[in-house]
């Protein structure tokens, strides 16, 4: 008989096919955030007016801006923009871009609830790789502040609750863990991702597949998962195809956003990747019951 637990993840909502400025807006009202503090693409913040936007709808309730996130979060960028925030008094982070900015918001969330003020300080709460290949976390108290999403890949960080960031002295990318490091909100506002490299989008969009698909042949998966990633795949498919015929179909392009965050139902619940080899949980199926006999 199947059996499991289902763990709600610790984000409040996702908001989606909405103008991110009116979401925003209206998020920011529902937090009564009163200082925000703005993590955005370096080049959205050059050569585009989406982070003038967000400068002009929050008004006098901006704290600060920060583009200066390289990719893959260096630990440097990371502590320099927690240190800003920090002084700015900072009560929200606000994302504007991919995965790194969105990596970055919850390293700065860590920092700021773990009074890291140097780089070198991030090594007291980075998951350690054992002989064995066990993975030991240590303990991390919550984030200072929560973060709202405005994603522009497909990448699908913004639904889970860890990040990767780059100790540059050392050369490795880390991980670092809290349930509270997910995002509160998620804006989905397929307009903003028109700005994003068409080989970026597309890329990152066979990655939500591969989410997708790791779920539906997880050794533990999640009903609820499941479904999820069938229906994932139906979006991914459909609106990745239509993105690289039109990059101009925002419809689409809301398709490929949703199916990315449905490919993580299972990362937000605890569906494990390991996948079981040779077995019957690896096939093609439709979307039924994981009691369904596989084809001969």
């Not at 909405?18 to 080049?43: C, H, N, W, Y």
């Not at 939500?208 to 979006?235: K, M, Y």
């Not at 419809?251 to 199916?259: K, M, N, P, S, Y």
Request: neutral net charge; hydrophobic residues 40%; aromatic residues 4%.
């Amino acid at each position: 008989m199947l059996s499991g637990v289902y763990r709600f993840p610790a984000m409040e909502s996702v908001v989606f096919g909405k103008p991110f400025a009116e979401a925003m807006a209206q998020e920011v009202d529902r937090v009564e955030a009163r200082a925000v503090f703005i993590l955005a693409s370096g080049t959205l913040a050059r050569e585009t007016n989406t982070v003038d936007r967000l400068r002009q709808m929050l008004g006098n309730r901006l704290a600060g801006v920060c583009a200066k996130i390289g990719a893959h979060t260096p630990r440097t960028d990371v502590v320099a923009a927690a240190n800003a925030a920090r002084e700015a008094g900072t009560d929200l982070i606000v994302t504007l871009g991919g995965g790194s900015v969105t990596d970055a918001a919850k390293m700065v969330g860590l920092c700021l609830g773990n009074g890291v003020t140097d780089p070198s300080q991030l090594d007291s709460y980075r998951a350690q790789i054992a002989a064995g290949g066990t993975t030991r976390r240590p303990e991390v108290k919550a984030p200072g502040i929560r973060s709202i999403a405005i994603p522009t890949t497909l990448s699908a960080g913004e639904y889970t609750a860890s990040a990767g960031c780059t100790d540059t002295a050392r050369h490795v990318k880390e991980s670092f863990s809290h349930p509270m490091m997910m995002p509160r909100t998620v804006i989905l506002d397929p307009d903003v991702s028109v700005h994003t490299p068409e080989w970026l989008f597309l890329s990152t969009g066979i990655r939500a597949v591969d989410h997708a698909v790791e779920d539906i042949c997880s050794i533990n998966g999640q009903p609820i998962a499941e479904g999820a990633s069938f229906h994932a795949l139906r979006l991914l498919g459909s609106g990745l195809r239509a993105v690289k015929a039109d990059p101009t179909n925002l419809e689409a392009r809301l398709d490929c956003q949703i199916g990315a965050w449905m490919s993580m139902v299972g990362s937000q619940t605890g569906v494990s990747k390991e996948q079981a080899t040779g077995s019957a949980m690896c096939w093609a199926a439709p979307p039924m019951s994981r009691t369904a006999t596989p084809p001969a």
